[in-house]
Nanobody, 122 residues
Framework: QVQLVESGGGLVHTGGSLRLSCAAS????????MGWFRQTPGKEREFVAR????????YYSDSVKGRFTISRDNAENTVYLRMNSLKPEDTAIYYC???????????????WGQGTQVTVSS
């Protein structure tokens, strides 16, 4: 059974940093893409970043490019999202997900974590 467990969310001031973690278990993810998404009340889930587990090649949304960095630790089966220069508009619940296709569409991901809240105060 695949499990994704996020951690690392919290409350920070504008300009601050956080690192989110997503611990994955239950199968081999070597051929999968790991993604981070975020969602605020009343809005659709939004793509943030994704990484191919095997190659480490990563992609970012325009809104976070240059501020966020996605990475993975193969030995720990964990994906990270380092978030720098945080803004109030980054406030959301952040979810990690895993899927077979390299895509930014939430519907293309097979498994999801429970989410972790990130709040950026102005």
């Amino acid at each position: 059974q695949v499990q994704l467990v996020e951690s690392g969310g919290g409350l920070v001031h504008t300009g601050g940093s956080l690192r989110l973690s997503c611990a994955a278990s239950g199968r081999s993810f070597s051929t999968y893409s790991m993604g981070w998404f975020r969602q605020t009340p009343g809005k659709e889930r939004e793509f943030v970043a994704r990484i191919w587990w095997s190659s480490g090649i990563s992609y970012y949304s325009d809104s976070v490019k240059g501020r966020f960095t996605i990475s993975r630790d193969n030995a720990e089966n964990t994906v990270y999202l380092r978030m720098n220069s945080l803004k109030p508009e980054d406030t959301a619940i952040y979810y990690c997900a895993v899927g077979q296709y390299g895509t930014s569409r939430p519907s293309q991901y097979d498994y999801w974590g429970q989410g972790t809240q990130v709040t950026v105060s102005s």
